[in-house]
């Protein structure tokens, strides 16, 4: 990540919502608890152990002196919020506390989503649903998400938009997230046109996150960054003009006696190198030479055609990266995030939300809570400006952290550890490994 000088660091300090004395946006869990079985879920993988539960009357209360500065509000985690009976009374008392321009909005499988319930949602304030969506296709839809079908969606569409008449609620927004993967990559662009058609402002689109090593076959992101892509696609060019076959470089890395061609080859790549610590630019070389272009260039077409639908439709669609962003930073902690569970334990980020096992970086890591207190034992104020915590977003900010995507040397005992205690930077805080700083996962934020 970029590392800041101290005068520019504290300097950025005084302005950025991270260091204010409250929160800027709050992401809290109705539930834990879910009513289907996505197959990309963590709760359906080995080593998830969420320990489920519903956002209780006294946790919520426990929020109230954040209200008042919240820019957002929202209220999901790794459950289906619908199905707290108490959804309606949380927006209500958050939507009267929270400032004008303010919002508050969550994500749904919509499967719950009646027209009573829609009335209800738009009644006590919601400003935002997004709906998950996975495939325009019915039988696609329906394998991944396991229990639910197209048809259930489209319902959920109609009552809201219903809603919106009944409630004189024009301004509510209506929204999609579809989940890349190899399977469903080629039906985004069909998929906002039908939601287009059917009342959908905004679609939010994330790629897969691997839970489970099987997931690697269906991811459709590629880890090498995009400006080593780009640096190793021109000096590939290069190669190619001057007749070098640098594709030969690890078959003859260690040969003890070299040819001039091959020497060729060796001082080629190391130029290559050469150039990219001088941009302060990770190379994988041994990905890099895997690389399926045809597949980026793929992913590039639809991505393309899918924007041109969005112009078209007048949707609001947010991309990720096709490939990781070689520029990392934490948009949670910058613009001021905390994420409380429905048990009231205080966290960062999504990340490091809930225990589970990732294989995001193509290898297995434990990725562990990290928790700062509980709201119903220390205030959220108390918790969010606590020394602990503090110092952990100005760590964070400093973006001074490794590439372990990258790293030649992945996976390590560092990052593979069953409990994270610190990096080959000696920071004690596990982004180096974190894909969201990278823009390959999007949530409603």
């Not at 504290?10 to 289907?36: D, G």
Request: aromatic fraction near 8%; glycine fraction near 6%.
């Amino acid at each position: 990540m970029r590392q800041c000088t101290a005068a520019a660091f504290s300097q950025f300090q005084a302005t950025e919502p991270a260091f204010l004395e409250y929160p800027s946006k709050l992401f809290v869990e109705a539930t834990s608890r879910c009513n289907l079985n996505c197959v990309m879920c963590m709760k359906q993988n080995s080593g998830g152990s969420v320990r489920d539960g519903d956002l209780s009357p006294e946790i919520f209360q426990a929020l109230e002196p954040a209200l008042a500065n919240l820019d957002a509000l929202v209220l999901n985690g790794v459950g289906e919020p619908l199905i707290n009976t108490r959804l309606e009374q949380y927006i209500s008392h958050a939507k009267s506390r929270m400032p004008n321009g303010s919002w508050i909005g969550f994500q749904s499988n919509g499967l719950l989503l009646s027209h009573l319930r829609a009335i209800s949602l738009l009644d006590a304030g919601v400003d935002k649903i997004c709906l998950s969506m996975d495939g325009v296709d019915a039988s696609t839809f329906s394998a991944i998400r396991a229990g639910s079908e197209l048809a259930d969606l489209e319902h959920a569409c109609k009552a809201l938009l219903s809603a919106k008449v009944a409630c004189r609620r024009p301004e509510m927004e209506i929204g999609v997230e579809f989940v890349v993967m190899r399977d469903n990559l080629a039906q985004l662009p069909a998929a906002l046109s039908w939601a287009a058609e059917r009342g959908v402002a905004f679609a939010i689109v994330s790629h897969l996150h691997p839970f489970d090593e099987p997931h690697l076959e269906n991811c459709s992101y590629d880890l090498c960054s995009d400006e080593a892509i780009t640096l190793f696609q021109c000096w590939q060019s290069k190669a190619d003009l001057k007749g070098v076959e640098i594709g030969r470089y690890f078959d003859i890395l260690w040969n003890y006696k070299k040819s001039t061609e091959e020497r060729r080859i060796i001082d080629f790549v190391a130029a290559m190198k050469a150039d990219a610590q001088q941009r302060g630019i990770t190379l994988d070389l041994k990905r890099l030479f895997a690389m399926n272009t045809a597949r980026i260039e793929q992913s590039q077409g639809i991505f393309e055609e899918a924007v041109q639908v969005a112009r078209n439709t007048g949707i609001d669609l947010r991309l990720p990266e096709i490939a990781r962003r070689e520029k990392r930073g934490c948009g949670f902690v910058e613009k001021g995030s905390a994420f409380v569970s429905w048990d009231g334990g205080m966290h960062p980020c999504y990340h490091l939300w809930h225990p589970c096992r990732s294989f995001a970086n193509g290898w297995e890591h434990a990725v562990q809570p990290r928790v700062f207190g509980n709201v119903a034992e220390r205030g959220v104020l108390e918790i969010w400006n606590s020394e602990e915590f503090l110092r952990y977003r100005q760590n964070v900010l400093r973006h001074d952290y490794p590439s372990c995507a990258e790293c030649n040397t992945s996976p390590c005992d560092l990052v593979q550890a069953e409990r994270f205690e610190q990096d080959c930077y000696v920071n004690t805080e596990p982004c180096g490994s974190c894909l969201w700083s990278s823009g390959v996962f999007r949530c409603l934020d």
